[in-house]
């Protein structure tokens, strides 16, 4: 009898405790994610917000999340939008990082990695804001990482939540590559014509630091053929410890190089980033995973070799061996450096933000199954990894 009252107290004891557990759960979810109350709208008709197109009235911009947990954004710091640029309008735009401000804010912008994977926003704060937002308020999605690395699955967000986009994909509202190039101008001397092949003396260098990828595969294979000196985290799966000790400078270590493997953790639509563009700045030649996407309106031409352009691994391996004994060919790999300039791009085209949000003409717009078309993986990615896969088991 005795045993069996020491067994039922010790379950309430532990049902008691498991219910303490929940309930702090909870307390924290709630605690921690913002409560909102329904805010005011001023419901305009059409004809009013197309009178209002050239209102030169301040817009208020609310950075909802962190920028991968970080508040305030870098380069974004100020309370006023940075709108000296020449070619900007005369518009007026503030920032704002308080949540509580999301009642008058114009357009509330969303990380989207924080809303993934750190778990900066609720669905239960989503559900608030589709219910009490206004008309005329736009929410805007922001991503500079694939939606293979960062697909947003892990929490439900509101279909026809988002009316605009700001990312790496030329289809996107605002477009926000990791860099761009342009033409020289008339007043622009071309520089002068360099021998890069003879200050270099090593041949292909890897850094990579995100491991369990596909391109994983395709360098295992290529390591059959040439050598390749592999830096960061991931060294160690190839059998090198490379590093970069915290006393050197970094950049030298790329210096002697010919070659840099600019491989993406995921072979998406229109993902180029800053691998790719800090190889130029480095006087590298970056050899990248996929081909349609690196057009002319993309990236310098003719400045970088992709793996699809070779029937499998061991033609690739061939063709940097070539290159790497026939200098003329590798300078032909910086020939677009007498037309154009690259540089990189370290924040979206916040002029461009601020002048759509003072057009009242611009027509309403909602991204309805966003995570089925818009941002996908599925859409996005599976099928060039297929197509990378076929050609890694190529002989």
């Known amino acids: 009898m005795r045993i069996l009252k020491w067994k039922t107290r010790r379950v309430i004891f532990v049902g008691l405790l498991l219910l303490l557990l929940f309930l702090g759960i909870v307390f924290r979810y ?47 710091a100020s309370s006023e939008l940075n709108l000296s640029h020449s070619n900007c309008p005369e518009k007026k735009c503030k920032i704002t990082y308080n949540v509580y401000d999301i009642g008058k804010s114009d357009l509330v912008i969303f990380h989207a990695p924080d809303m993934g994977s750190r778990g900066y926003v609720s669905h239960r704060e989503l559900q608030q804001i589709q219910t009490y937002r206004c008309p005329s308020q736009r929410m805007a999605f922001l991503s500079q990482e694939s939606a293979q690395t960062e697909p947003v699955n892990n929490i439900v967000i509101p279909d026809g939540f988002f009316n605009w986009t700001i990312t790496f994909k030329t289809d996107s509202d605002f477009y926000f590559p990791y860099g761009s190039y342009a033409r020289l101008s008339s007043a622009e001397n071309p520089p002068p014509l360099i021998d890069y092949a003879a200050s270099k003396s090593k041949f292909v260098i890897w850094a990579v630091s995100n491991c369990g990828h596909i391109r994983e595969q395709y360098v295992k294979k290529l390591l059959n053929y ?34 840099t493997f600019a491989f993406e953790n995921g072979v998406c639509t229109d993902y180029i980033s800053e691998k790719f563009w800090t190889a130029l700045q480095r006087n590298l030649v970056p050899v990248v995973l996929a ?65 759509a949000l003072h057009d009242g003409r611009l027509k309403p717009k909602v991204y309805y199954d966003m995570f089925k078309k818009f941002w996908s993986e599925d859409v996005d990615c599976k099928k060039r990894e297929e197509t990378l896969l076929r050609l890694i088991d190529k002989e």
Not at 53 to 58: E, F, G, Q
Not at 230 to 258: A, H, T
Not at 292 to 317: E, G, H, R
Not at 319 to 338: G, H, M, V
């Open 30 to 76: 709630r605690r921690n994610f913002p409560h909102f109350e329904p805010w005011n709208c001023t419901n305009s008709s059409e004809s009013e917000r197309m009178s209002n197109a050239k209102s030169n009235d301040t817009r208020i911009i609310l950075f909802y999340t962190p920028w991968f947990g970080l508040k305030p954004w870098p380069d974004f």
């Open 226 to 259: 040439i050598s390749v000196d592999i830096y960061g985290k991931c060294s160690y799966i190839y059998g090198q410890d490379n590093q970069c000790l915290k006393s050197r400078n970094c950049e030298d270590i790329f210096k002697p190089y010919k070659f």
């Open 291 to 355: 081909k349609d996407y690196y057009s002319a309106d993309a990236v310098p031409p003719a400045s970088f070799i992709s793996v699809q352009d070779f029937p499998s691994v061991k033609a690739l391996a061939e063709y940097l061996l070539y290159l790497d004994k026939n200098d003329t060919a590798y300078n032909e790999y910086f020939s677009w450096r007498q037309k154009f300039v690259s540089r990189r791009n370290f924040n979206f085209e916040a002029c461009k933000v601020c002048d």
